[in-house]
Structures are given as C-alpha cells and as structure tokens.
C-alpha cells in the first residue's frame, strides 16, 4: 500500500521513510545557508575538520547529528571541490573542452547542452530530483523510493496501467478503490474464502461455479446478462474474459450510448460496483435483483457522478485573463520573442529584437530552453540600444510563467539567472504571453532563422 498509485500501491506515505525526507531538509538548509544558526552551531560542532558532505558521524556524536542529519553524497573524493566554473575558460563565458576532455570526458554532451550565464551568475548548489533545483521533502521522498523500490523488488508483479485503469477513470474514490481492490483479487469472493480456509462456500450462489472476481465482475451468468443489456457503444461480450484486468483493460475504452450522457469507462465502472454491490445482497440478505436492477442502478449512479462533476466550479480560462489584461502603455518598447527548435538536429532559430533574428543555436535539449534563450537575448539586446521601460512578449506560456514568478528550472537555471540580473538593470521590464496565432511575426522569422542554417 506504500508502493505510488502509478506502481499499483494505494500511495500511503512510509513513514520511516518520510521522516528521512524531511530530515533531509535540514542537511539541505545547512548547506544552502551555513549562516544560519542551526548551521553555525552543527558545522562548529562537528565539522572542525572535515566539511559537512565528507564527515563521518563519530561515537560521541548527538543523537540527532548521528542518526538524523548525517549527510551523504555526492561527488567522489578528488572532484568533491570541483565547480561549474572550473570548467570555463578564464575571464570568458564559454566552456573549456580541453578540460572537460580532461576531467568529465564521459559527461561533455551533457555539459554543453548548459548555457552558461552571461552575467557571472555564482555557483551554486542544486538538487537533481526537482525540476527548480530546490529540495523539497516531497521530492526527497520519492527519490528514496526510487532507490528502495530497485533494491527489494527487482521483478514487477503486473504491468497494469494502473493510472489508466484506475485512478485517472471518471467515476468516484470509492469505485476506483473497489476497482483496484478487485484487480488486485482482493476482494471477499468464494474463491479466496477457500484459499484462506474460511467455511463459507466457494461456490457462486448464482449458478455454483467457482466464485472469483472475474466471475462475479463477468463470466457469471448473470454478469453477461447485465453487460448485454448495458448501453454501450459497441457490444462487449465477457465470455472470454479471464481475469478482471482483461475485462477491465477493454470497458475501459467503450463509451456509453448517447442518452446516458457519461464518459467512457464511467459507465463499466459503476456497473463492476453494482454487480458486487448485489452479489452481496444476494449473500447476506438473500435479497435478489434483475440484470435490469442492477443495471438501472449503475446507470443512474453513473450519471448523478458525471452531473455532479460539471457543477463543480472550475479554474478561469485562459481566455478570459488574457482578455483582462491592462491595456499597454504607449510609450513601452514592445519587443516579441519565439524560438524554432528541431528535435533532431537540436538546434533553434531563434527571433527576437523587432524584425531581426541571430544565428542559431545548437545542442538546445527542448524548445523551452531554445524560448529562453531567445528573451535573453532580447533582454540583452534592449539593455545595449537603451531602452528603459520594456515589454516582452512570448507565446511561451510556460516561461512567461516561471519569469513573472521569479521561479527557478534546473534545466534553464543560468540563463534564467541572467534574465533576472539584467532586467533588474531596467527602470521596468514586464513580460506577458500572447497565444502564438498573435506571434506570428516572430515564428516566422524565428522558422526562417532555423531554416537558413539547416539548407
Ligand atoms: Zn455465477
């Protein structure tokens, strides 16, 4: 149940090794920020000689420093003090490939697709597993359950798609848990009574064949008759069905018939539940009901769950905050930025400052690397012609986000750096994005830019 809800667990938190990922926290706040007191206090403790990444706990140690805060990682003992900014050419922005042939040869690629700072932004410390370099517990959680779940379970059990086949259906918690209960056999039908010696009959009190899942969820008599009578778009026949996943992984993908007005999946979903739902009755009560009951049922709860859904208020549309915005000052420079990436050769055209575009550039790992470059160089080049007050446009919306925010991505981290430096050095500088049908002058050049360099 600890395994993520991805790996077919039901995503309860281990414990043990959330308090791990939590304590982490700390060794990452005393390394970002060796200022602060708690850092100040343990570093002139315990860290006399060696530093805080290299040192081993000794006997007299606290409890907490021992058992808790012990760092670990990263680098191998000769590099542990090597920079990003050793590897650059002196008084220069530009990688030195001597060095990295020297030093990290096995890593060049990797390292070149870096866009070093323009600005000598400083070295810094980041963490690898979240996408703003920052540690957070939740990050550090999942990382050690990387690790753990590669050690103890070297051979998955299923490949079931259990986002798909559960938790991303549109139907409630509880049917998703009955699903994933029942794709996990763990449901109280006949069969496992038998299997766990409790004496009750392991037999269906339909049609006294073996009970399993998959039998009362689809080969039971009485299960086809319902599956016949349900409204879906095309006929699903249960007959071959063996286990619940077969069953599961085709009902799935049928819609419902137009009247029912629900999803596809919505409906086999509900119709798993109530077929369960009455079996029980049937056992405990000995109340029976008609294929038509049950299906009456599934159908009507399926409905009121998808009706229930479209009253839920949702989140503004895109639209209408671009709509809202304030009308632009006159007297602001208005400067329009894209990028043309291409997947294979990594490469961009890149368009910025009014109609002009630069050369372009190459080993870019995504287009939102190739945006930023892009507005740097916009920033940058508005910097050199004067401009004081500044508008920057980009269909990129995730960037436009990540910049208005002050945000931070591992991947663009320098050049991200630069546009905070540099627009700092403004009287004002506001970026927006604009949907990329309003963008077309700058696509078209940032295209031809990519074009010219490839013929
Ligand atoms: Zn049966």
């Not at 414990?15 to 002139?44: E, V, Y």
């Not at 990382?143 to 050690?151: P, V």
């Not at 259906?169 to 109280?188: G, Q």
């Amino acid at each position: 149940m600890a395994k993520s809800k991805k790996q077919g667990g039901l995503g309860f938190k281990d414990i043990s090794t959330f308090n791990d990922a939590l304590l982490a926290k700390l060794s990452w706040r005393i390394l970002k920020n060796p200022s602060c007191l708690l850092a100040r206090c343990l570093i002139g403790k315990y860290c006399k000689e060696e530093d805080f990444l290299s040192i081993q706990a000794s006997k007299s140690s606290s409890y907490g420093w021992k058992e808790q805060l012990r760092p670990y990682g990263p680098a191998p003992k000769t590099l542990k003090d090597l920079k990003v900014s050793d590897l650059m050419l002196a008084n220069s922005t530009d990688w030195d490939h001597k060095k990295i042939d020297t030093i990290l040869p096995f890593h060049k690629q990797v390292i070149l697709q870096i866009k070093p700072s323009i600005c000598n932004a400083p070295d810094e410390m980041v963490w690898l597993k979240s996408a703003s370099g920052v540690y957070t517990a939740k990050s550090g959680y999942k990382a050690q359950g990387e690790t753990t779940i590669t050690e103890e379970a070297p051979v998955p059990e299923t490949n079931i798609d259990w986002l798909a086949n559960v938790w991303k259906l549109k139907t409630s918690e509880k049917v998703k848990v009955f699903l994933w209960n029942s794709l996990h056999d763990a449901l109280p039908v006949g069969k496992q009574s038998a299997i766990r010696n409790i004496p009750l009959t392991s037999r269906c009190p339909r049609c006294n064949e073996v009970e399993s899942v998959a039998h009362v969820l689809f080969t039971c008599s009485y299960a086809k008759k319902v599956w016949t009578l349900a409204p879906l778009a095309w006929r699903f026949d249960p007959s071959p069905v063996i286990t619940t996943r077969n069953g599961q992984e085709t009902l799935r993908l049928i819609p419902s018939l137009h009247p029912t007005g629900v999803g596809p999946g919505t409906l086999s979903a509900s119709i798993c539940w109530d077929l369960w739902i009455f079996r029980n009755h049937l056992v405990f009560q000995k109340r029976d009901f008609t294929p038509e009951e049950t299906l009456l049922k599934a159908t009507r709860e399926a409905r009121e769950w998808t009706i229930s859904q479209d009253q839920l208020p949702k989140p503004q549309s895109h639209a209408n905050r671009i709509a809202q915005d304030p009308t632009l000052d006159p007297n602001r420079t208005c400067m329009y930025t894209d990028a043309a990436w291409n997947p294979e050769s990594r490469c961009a055209g890149l368009a910025g400052p009014s109609s002009s575009h630069s050369a372009p550039d190459t080993s870019l790992t995504s287009p939102l690397m190739a945006e930023t470059l892009a507005l740097r160089s916009a920033l940058n080049s508005a910097l050199h012609r004067g401009i004081n007050t500044l508008l920057i446009r980009s269909d990129s919306q995730n960037l436009i986000n990540l910049v208005n925010a002050k945000g931070r991505h591992l991947e663009i981290a320098s050049l991200l750096n630069d546009i905070y430096l540099i627009s700092s050095l403004f009287a004002d500088v506001k970026f927006k994005f604009i949907p990329r049908l309003d963008n077309s002058r700058a696509d078209y050049v940032s295209k031809q830019a990519l074009l010219m360099y490839q013929t």
